[in-house]
């Protein structure tokens, strides 16, 4: 079998950068924020993740000019992770939309914001979880070269949590009927995750599958 190769500094050769496509589905972060005004941001963003536990840190990257959100968490120090379930994908497709800074995307994608515990940038209502985090991190990003390019890493600890109560089943967070929504690449591509199946760490490895 052969393999595709390329390097990506002297491009893909494909018709659409397979990059994002194969890092893939990655879960959205949509972060709310608030200015120093107390004007509200809300935007999605795909390259999302959590990254440890234990304290919980949660990370976004924007990539292209300093986004509101990220200048917004500067001044404030705080952020909401809101969880995208497939029944909000057309909402979270609209606040993805490019206006001027203190337009407020609750408004234009009809969501309800409810009154965060612990930080003063609003959740959404209607998302399945929402983490309430405090900036400990924005980390402009560098090439091999040492060359600091147009992304930034903002890197939050999770202070409180919301998760609606119809998902947890048994004690236990139902990620399948919560359906979340992760982005599989390309301009329009994403996946809802709906089936889990279980696979158990082993122990100890005895040489054999």
């Known amino acids: 079998?052969?393999?595709?190769?390329?390097?990506p500094s002297k491009g893909h050769g494909l018709k659409h950068n397979p990059f994002k496509a194969i890092v893939a589905p990655r879960p959205i972060g949509w972060i709310s924020s608030v200015d120093r005004q107390g004007r509200v941001n809300l935007a999605p963003y795909s390259y999302f993740n959590a990254l440890c536990d234990s304290p919980p840190l949660l990370t976004f990257c924007t990539t292209g000019d300093k986004k509101d959100?990220?200048?917004?968490?500067?001044?404030?120090g705080?952020?909401?992770?809101?969880?995208?379930?497939?029944?909000?994908a057309q909402a979270m497709n609209m606040t993805s939309a490019s206006v001027a800074p203190g337009v407020n995307e609750f408004e234009l994608a009809n969501l309800e914001a409810a009154p965060s515990t612990l930080v003063k940038p609003p959740r959404?209502?209607?998302?399945?979880?929402?983490?309430e985090c405090k900036l400990t991190q924005i980390i402009q990003l560098t090439d091999l070269q040492g060359t600091k390019i147009n992304a930034w890493l903002t890197i939050g600890e999770?202070?409180?949590?919301h998760i609606k109560n119809e998902f947890i089943k048994d004690g236990i967070f139902d990620t399948a009927a919560a359906r979340p929504l992760g982005r599989c690449g390309y301009r329009g591509d994403y996946v809802e995750v709906n089936k889990i199946f279980e696979m158990v760490r082993p122990k100890e490895y005895t040489g054999t599958i």
């Open 1 to 7: 079998m052969s393999d595709h190769f390329y390097e």
């Open 69 to 76: 959100s990220v200048r917004n968490i500067e001044e404030t």
């Open 78 to 88: 705080e952020f909401v992770a809101n969880l995208v379930g497939a029944d909000l």
């Open 124 to 131: 959404v209502a209607e998302a399945i979880a929402a983490m």
């Open 158 to 161: 999770v202070i409180g949590v």
